[in-house]
């Protein structure tokens, strides 16, 4: 059984989520609200979804489940996930979307949402225990008619933005949109658009294609680098499947990582707090465009968490991002007179439009304008076929033995620092950095490297990948 909970909802295979689990799952997330006494019977259930091939299918056990649970289902339609959130929490009720988000369309996955926003891990955890109890009573259930919402789900989305970037604010900006499969594709190209960007449609795709925004398909490199080639654009942008995380691509059709987007939004919108993973760039320490950068471990819930920490301790502007470059906009934000209210869920419109409108407002090429965060060049990679067990074995030791990690190291110029929230982050004594970190929901062991240059950081991934192999094997 590949379903389980990652760092952004459950996910699995088609084939194992289309049937009872869909049906059980949905349940146990509305015994746990009726539990807590935050629903009653005939209260409503938001449910949205993506673009992929099975999204309809499993969006409909979803509605019968809501009606086996005594309560109603709400069918908004084909939609970005944030804007289901947005949604919700306008309607004052929970949701649920149909998503896999980045990953091929052989697989899917269910987001949730409670009435104030992403579930947390503790959510998580009482749903699976509810849903152990549920295992036996599988059985087939007949389908339902859902309600249709009263008002249009996206428009709030498009006004939230459009309430405050001003009219005309990227009139000049001529901006390539890949549209491929994202659910976000058109509402994307609509808010440019009115916002004064001259906005060009490309790629539209009629099947499902998993644009994963940390770790781009080379077909989509090659896209990227052949539109930016054919004609001028400021940027290229695109989103994933489920429109949370942006892709953006400077005048060159050179992707600009997720966390370097994230921090220019912070910086467009004077965050004096960025909320981040661990896992992204060393450099936002550095910078110093923020007065307090506070790490996480990786996935939304752990940054929402920080994000209330933040508050609580008294910062004004919260804006928290993770290295995918989804934005999570922790407190409203005013500028120029007008308001952006905060949206505790990841966005990628957000990003896209805070990245173009620093082009517009500077005059300045995004990639200049990238260039000075003072990023280190970074890569990534992954070790695949290694359990649970064995990864936790390595990490364990390599954060513990200071002599053994100190051995290791040595051709790095030894251990300068080691952070280990979440795996193990070792700043070696030449400034590069080396990230080992078992997988969620694959037998895999990751590794996330940092080094001056590009062709320097893609060495280093061999090295660091060798390394954890033989360590594993020899253990």
């Known amino acids: 059984m590949t379903l389980k909970f990652g760092t952004s909802g459950l996910r699995g295979l088609v084939s194992e989520l289309r049937g009872p689990p869909a049906r059980t799952y949905t349940i146990a997330f509305a015994r746990m609200l009726v539990g807590r006494g935050v629903l009653n019977e005939g209260d409503k259930i938001l449910v949205g979804r993506d673009l992929r091939s099975s999204s309809p299918d499993i969006a409909g056990i979803v509605h019968a489940a809501i009606a086996e649970a005594g309560l109603v289902a709400v069918d908004c339609g084909a939609l970005p996930t944030p804007a289901l959130a947005l949604y919700a929490g306008a309607k004052n009720a929970p949701a649920i979307m149909v998503t896999g988000s980045h990953i091929p369309d052989d697989r899917n996955g269910l987001k949730f949402y409670r009435a104030d926003g992403e579930i947390d891990k503790r959510d998580e955890l009482e749903i699976v225990a509810i849903h152990a109890g549920l295992q ?271 051995a290791l190291f040595e051709i790095l110029g030894g251990v300068a620092d080691i952070d280990n929230r979440d795996g193990v982050r070792i700043t070696a004594g030449n400034g590069e950095v080396v990230h080992f970190r078992a997988s969620g929901n694959a037998p895999e062991l990751r590794c996330y490297i940092e080094a001056k240059t590009e062709s320097r950081a893609h060495e280093l991934l061999g090295w660091g990948l060798d390394l954890s192999r033989t360590q594993i094997l020899e253990s």
Not at 176 to 181: D, E, I, P, T
Not at 291 to 299: D, E, K, L, N
Request: charge should be negative; proline fraction near 5%.
């Open 136 to 406: 036996r009573a599988d059985r087939s259930q007949p389908s339902v008619e859902p309600v249709q919402p009263g008002s249009d789900p996206s428009a709030g989305y498009r006004d939230h933005f459009l309430g405050f970037f001003q009219p005309g604010s990227l009139n000049g900006v001529r901006v390539g949109v890949y549209q491929h499969s994202s659910v976000a594709r058109d509402v994307l190209v609509d808010i440019l658009r009115a916002l004064g960007a001259e906005a060009v449609p490309l790629g539209r795709s009629s099947h499902f294609i998993p644009v994963d925004t940390e770790a781009l398909r080379q077909e989509d490199l090659v896209l990227l680098k052949d539109w930016a080639a054919a004609e001028p654009f400021d940027a290229i942008v695109s989103a994933d499947g489920d429109g949370d995380r942006p892709l953006v691509a400077d005048a060159h059709g050179s992707f600009v990582r997720g966390d370097l987007i994230g921090a220019i939004t912070a910086r467009f919108l004077d965050a004096d707090c960025i909320v981040t993973p661990v896992s992204s760039n060393s450099a936002l320490e550095r910078c110093g465009h923020f007065a307090t950068v506070m790490r996480t471990r990786i996935g939304s819930p752990y940054v929402i968490e920080g994000i209330g920490t933040a508050l609580a301790q008294g910062a004004k502007c919260v804006v928290g991002f993770e290295a995918n470059g989804g934005v999570l906009l922790g407190s409203s934000v005013e500028k120029d007179g007008r308001t952006l209210t905060a949206l505790l869920t990841r966005d990628s419109l957000l990003p896209i439009l805070c990245a173009l409108s620093t082009i517009a407002a500077t005059g300045r090429p995004l990639a200049e304008i990238a260039a000075g965060f003072g990023f280190l060049a970074a890569d990534s990679g992954r070790l695949e076929g290694v359990s649970a067990e064995d990864s936790a074995s390595f990490l364990k030791k390599l954060s513990t033995d200071t002599a053994y990690a100190g």
